[in-house]
């Protein structure tokens, strides 16, 4: 893919998931990114496994998503028990979503995926590349990088995105405070062979008076262990690291499981400490702070690797809508004012979830022992805890981005764009009339606005000339928001399908109606990393959504044409 050449590259530190992540959604905007990482080769151990709903619907949309599901396992329900006895069941099926699953999968595998989907759009990991220094000023950023032959570059930058792990030289060279606590308890991690007395489309995680216990599943029998490791880790030879045992592994399950569990081929195993630690501030600057490098927690719930690739994608469209479109630099700070709550609650979330499983007596063994069973089999709490787990809930309603107007039914301005069975009225370079799902026709690489009218199946027009006037409106409508976004913004005319029309192929999306509620017409305007950031009627919302666009969006000097 080409880039523009005479734009000053991103530097991205750090080729995990999430800086992956993000050069993949600045390079699918045409901004020139340098990608290092001090490894010399990719990581062969894998600590994240799980991939939720919404990062397999932002995948889907960088039409990414079939290798993840050609390799990982679907796990379709979670338990939880409390010593033996199972506490609370929770089914992932009623999601509304293609992805009504945890995705088990190793984070090996999933940078591969990554990478390899990054080489096709022109970027390459530059590996055994080192950080060594680092400034940045009102013109941009210098670093100095050690290459693998020990030669020392300096090279210039626009931006930094700082996604290098717990440990960051970013952040330790800009002395950025990294506040929390570090816990007094390692957790043991194993990947192994085991025979269980389940189905391997559901996880078990086990609390007792011993300990946390949990078996997620890679399918064909192959099993993640994760276990609290209360005692002093064992002593190793001088200069080695110590490592966990399958005996050890057994003696685990036979005190906390209390199930017929049988364990064999042990292919890796490690410790590592449980800290719960963020960043005060996102963006300093031209540098941005993603994934461990901004965040670390425990990994209950299945959450950090989700967080930093969301985080990547939330921010990699508003640095491209600036570096390359002159919006203004505001727009960099809704990265912090939209992510920043998002990371507390999930430390908080996480740091619960420990608590609440480790418990051996007090009142969070009641609460987890008596209380949350009952209130898990309550149906909108039950559905609650569906969405935050999947993390189909995360919104941004609060964001200065977003522009709200009452319509009826749908989703409001800030939260998840959902996918939906539609009718294709017109659409951008010459799109032919026809069934299509939402997901199908959104480009990260752009803004889409959806606007949705009355259709007529047998009549691909007909929604877009019920009368002169209406047609006429809606046309003036698209083009006055289109000269806000030149060769950034996708516009496309949705209807319903017509009654009796058979949806194309796949599950997990509902009708236009259900998802976008019954309001003709109206329009929705969805950013980016697929979320709403307007939404309204044509007719009465135009100046307002001009005004809106024109102050985060448009670039410096931009003089919006005056409304019909």
């Known amino acids: 893919m080409a880039v523009a050449s005479s734009l000053a590259p991103v530097l991205i530190v750090g080729a995990g998931p999430t800086g992956l992540a993000a050069a993949m959604s600045l390079a699918r905007a045409h901004i020139p990114v340098r990608l290092i990482d001090r490894a010399p080769q990719a990581g062969r151990h894998s600590r994240a496994i799980g991939i939720q709903a919404r990062t397999l619907e932002l995948f889907e949309q960088h039409r990414i998503v079939e290798p993840f599901l050609e390799l990982g396992h679907r796990a379709h329900i979670a338990n939880l028990y409390s010593n033996g006895q199972r506490r609370a069941r929770l089914d992932f099926d009623p999601l509304f979503t293609r992805y009504p699953y945890l ?84 957790f043991l991690l194993a990947d192994l062979s085991a025979s269980t007395p389940w189905s391997d489309d559901e996880f078990h995680i086990f609390a007792s008076g011993e300990g946390l216990a949990a078996l997620f599943p890679f399918g064909h029998g192959r099993y993640r262990l994760i276990a609290d490791h209360k005692a002093m880790l064992p002593a190793a030879p001088e200069g080695t690291i110590p490592v966990p045992t399958l005996e050890e592994c057994r003696d685990i399950i036979q005190q906390r499981v209390h199930h017929p569990v049988s364990v064999s081929d042990m292919s890796w195993a490690s410790y590592f400490s449980v800290n719960s630690r963020m960043v005060r501030q996102l963006r300093v600057e031209r540098t941005f702070f993603a994934g461990d490098a901004a965040h670390v927690h425990s990994p209950a719930g299945a959450q950090g690797l989700n967080t930093g690739i969301q985080e990547a994608f939330n921010l990699g469209w508003k640095i491209a809508r600036v570096h390359a479109r002159g919006a203004p630099e505001r ?47 309550l149906g909108p709490l039950r559905d609650a805890a569906r969405q935050a787990v999947s993390e189909l809930s995360i919104q941004y309603r609060r964001s200065p981005l977003t522009l709200e107007r009452v319509l009826d039914g749908g989703p409001r301005a800030g939260e998840r764009a959902p996918d939906a069975f539609v009718r294709v009225v017109d659409g951008p370079l010459g799109k032919a009339p026809g069934k299509g799902r939402i997901f199908d026709l959104h480009d990260p690489a752009c803004f889409s606005l959806f606007l949705l009218v009355d259709g007529d199946a047998d009549s691909a027009g007909a929604a877009a000339k019920n009368s002169a006037e209406a047609s006429a409106t809606l046309k003036h409508f698209t083009e006055a928001i289109e000269r806000l976004f030149p060769q950034a913004l996708r516009v496309w ?50 100046n307002a959504l001009l005004r809106h666009c024109e102050t985060w969006y448009a670039a410096a000097g931009f003089a919006q044409a005056p409304p019909v």
């Open 493 to 542: 005319w949705i209807a319903d399908l017509a009654n009796g029309e058979t949806p194309l192929a796949g599950e997990g999306a509902a009708s236009l109606s259900e998802s976008y509620g019954r309001t003709r017409p109206a329009f929705y305007l969805v950013r980016p990393d697929g979320y709403i950031g307007a939404r309204g009627r044509p007719a009465s919302d135009l």
């Open 331 to 377: 727009l960099l700070d809704t990265y912090h004012a939209e992510r920043y709550p998002i990371e507390r609650l999930v430390l908080q979330q996480t740091s619960f979830m420990t608590q609440l499983v480790e418990a051996d007596h007090g009142p969070l063994k009641l609460l987890r022992e008596r209380v949350m069973p009952a209130l898990v089999a």
């Open 103 to 186: 995705l088990f999968i190793e984070q090996t595998v999933t940078e591969r995926i990554l990478a390899g989907h990054l080489a096709t759009l022109g970027v390459e990991i530059e590996r055994g590349c080192e950080l060594l220094e680092y400034t940045q000023g009102s013109a941009g950023a210098s670093a100095e990088v050690r290459r693998p032959d020990g030669r020392v570059e300096s090279l210039r930058c626009a931006y930094v995105i700082a996604a290098d792990g717990a440990h960051s030289t970013v952040r330790h060279r800009l002395a950025m405070k990294f506040d929390g606590e570090t816990m007094t308890q390692s």
